[in-house]
């Protein structure tokens, strides 16, 4: 290697977030302490940021010396962000992962609405994805199965109460008989 060119690293990604079509945020995680330490500096970067990209027709964006990929979806626009020197095939499969969990876990509804409904799985998903800028997966049918979700089960407020009073009374009787 030349002199130049900087070490390699497994820290790849500095930060994700997801914003709504106002450049509101709703999730965010910064793993690059030294980069944006405190909430102002993070809220003014991801100004900044939307204001650049929320019209433009691009995927990928270059600002303040970090290389920025990202995508849209209805009122929504999610964020993932690597130096300058980061490959944007790798972050730009970073993003193709969450967003296509993502989609799986709202039901292909992805919206503002239906991902507050469901921001804790959303956390779960940016949690196996990534671990203090380190990529842990890729592929959004291994994230799927590490946070355990099937696309058939019921969350319990889509239930009736009849449905969640017969599982109790299932698991009582089942406890009760071993």
Same mark, same amino acid.
């Given at each position: 290697?030349?002199?130049?060119?900087?070490?390699?690293?497994?820290?790849?990604?500095?930060? /994700?977030?997801? *914003?709504?079509?106002?450049?509101? =945020?709703?999730?965010?995680?910064?793993?690059?302490?030294?980069?944006?330490?405190? $909430?102002?500096?993070? =809220?003014?970067?991801?100004?900044?940021?939307?204001?650049?990209?929320?019209?433009?027709?691009? #995927?990928?964006?270059?600002? +303040?010396?970090?290389?920025?990929?990202?995508?849209?979806? !209805?009122? *929504?626009?999610?964020?993932?962000?690597?130096?300058?020197? #980061?490959?944007?095939?790798?972050?730009?499969?970073?993003?193709?992962?969450?967003?296509?969990?993502?989609?799986? $876990?709202?039901? %292909?509804?992805? +919206? =503002?609405?239906? *991902?507050? +409904?469901?921001? #804790?799985?959303?956390?779960?998903?940016?949690? +196996? !994805?990534?671990?203090?800028?380190? !990529?842990?997966?890729?592929?959004?049918? @291994?994230?799927? @199965? %590490?946070?355990?979700? =099937?696309?058939?089960?019921?969350?319990?407020? #889509? @239930?009736? /109460?009849?449905?969640?009073?017969?599982?109790?009374?299932? @698991? $009582?009787?089942?406890? !009760?008989?071993?």
């Amino acid at each position: 290697m030349d002199a130049a060119s900087p070490e390699p690293s497994l820290y790849t990604v500095k930060a /994700v977030f997801i *914003l709504d079509n106002d450049g509101n =945020r709703l999730l965010s995680k910064y793993y690059d302490p030294e980069l944006y330490p405190s $909430i102002k500096e993070q =809220r003014n970067f991801e100004s900044n940021v939307f204001n650049k990209t929320h019209k433009a027709d691009n #995927e990928i964006a270059f600002l +303040e010396g970090l290389t920025i990929v990202y995508k849209s979806s !209805i009122d *929504l626009f999610f964020y993932v962000v690597g130096s300058a020197q #980061e490959n944007e095939l790798m972050l730009m499969s970073v993003l193709s992962c969450l967003f296509d969990s993502l989609s799986h $876990i709202l039901r %292909k509804n992805v +919206e =503002r609405k239906c *991902l507050l +409904e469901n921001m #804790e799985g959303a956390f779960l998903v940016v949690d +196996e !994805i990534i671990d203090g800028g380190v !990529i842990l997966e890729s592929d959004h049918q @291994q994230v799927l @199965q %590490k946070v355990n979700y =099937r696309a058939d089960d019921n969350p319990l407020t #889509e @239930q009736s /109460v009849t449905q969640v009073l017969q599982s109790a009374k299932d @698991q $009582i009787k089942w406890s !009760i008989l071993k």
